[in-house]
């Protein structure tokens, strides 16, 4: 395994670029069917295949949520490589307590999202064990979930007990996000996240409200912050070359580490190196 400059957060190291996983498991950002291609292609062992590959260049880490082909995907990377991946898990936007199925869909169907996402927390206590028994080593509130957190006089309401649910469990605390704003109010939040997560990218792709805004909040962050969406899944501007952006999203305000989508070895062959010197020029080996 080639070296990978890393970062530990609460005992746990991490190579500072992380597997991520959206196409991996069908979620394209194109369309339902481009998921649904996906989804057909990348069985466990296929998708286990990518990740040796990243084990080889130095990634040691995979990000994605609670999900029953991803748990079997690592299953397999162990059976193939010997060493499974850290799993840097996030919780589902499709769970929920069992006795309040009917409410959750209700909700998602009617497009009531914070009502959805309400019933979604109280399930994260439930997840959080599921992903330790499942050898998860994080846990990170789903970023539909926090985007959709109550939110009173800048304060996400009982965001510390959810975190302290995580903790009690044994795993690192987190929570992803799709709003600059609501990373300010997890960074600034009593017993809060250990890591964060949110779209950082050249393009601004996610980046809500604007790529300023956002930029300018996380030059203020004291908590280690894991870029997503750092290619704009595809929609990068081919005035720039992959490596450019790659490099900007390292460079940029407050990124610890980036989770990088690879759909095929070839990516992680090209992205990979680009973003193993990126990080050593910023941080060190």
Request: hydrophobic share 45%; net charge negative.
């Amino acid at each position: 395994m080639d070296a990978f400059p890393s970062l530990t957060i609460e005992g746990v190291t991490i190579s500072r670029a992380i597997c991520g996983t959206n196409a991996l498991l069908g979620w394209s950002h194109v369309s339902a069917g481009r998921d649904a291609w996906l989804r057909a292609t990348f069985d466990p062992p296929r998708i286990a295949r990518v990740f040796a590959r990243c084990q080889e260049l130095g990634v040691n880490a995979v990000m994605g949520p609670l999900y029953p082909r991803l748990i079997d995907a690592l299953d397999e990377t162990e059976r193939l490589t010997g060493v499974r991946p850290i799993w840097v898990a996030t919780t589902s936007m499709d769970c929920y307590p069992a006795d309040r199925e009917q409410a959750y869909l209700a909700a998602r169907r009617a497009g009531r999202l914070d009502e959805a996402m309400a019933i979604n927390r109280d399930s994260i206590g439930e997840q959080a064990a599921a992903l330790k028994a499942a050898g998860a080593a994080f846990c990170l509130v789903h970023g539909a979930c926090a985007d959709h957190w109550p939110l009173r006089e800048g304060r996400l309401v009982g965001l510390a007990e959810t975190m302290a649910q995580i903790r009690a469990v044994g795993l690192v605390p987190g929570s992803a996000t799709h709003l600059a704003e609501r990373v300010t109010a997890l960074e600034s939040a009593p017993s809060g996240p250990a890591i964060l997560a949110t779209p950082v990218n050249k393009g601004g792709w996610m980046m809500t409200p604007s790529r300023d805004d956002a930029l300018a909040r996380f030059s203020c962050l004291h908590r280690p912050l894991i870029a997503i969406k750092t290619l704009a899944c595809g929609r990068y501007d081919t005035e720039y070359t992959v490596e450019e952006w790659l490099r900007w999203a390292v460079a940029a305000p407050g990124v610890a580490a980036i989770a990088l989508g690879v759909m095929v070895e070839q990516e992680a062959e090209q992205s990979l190196p680009v973003l193993r010197d990126a990080f050593a020029e910023r941080y060190g080996a």
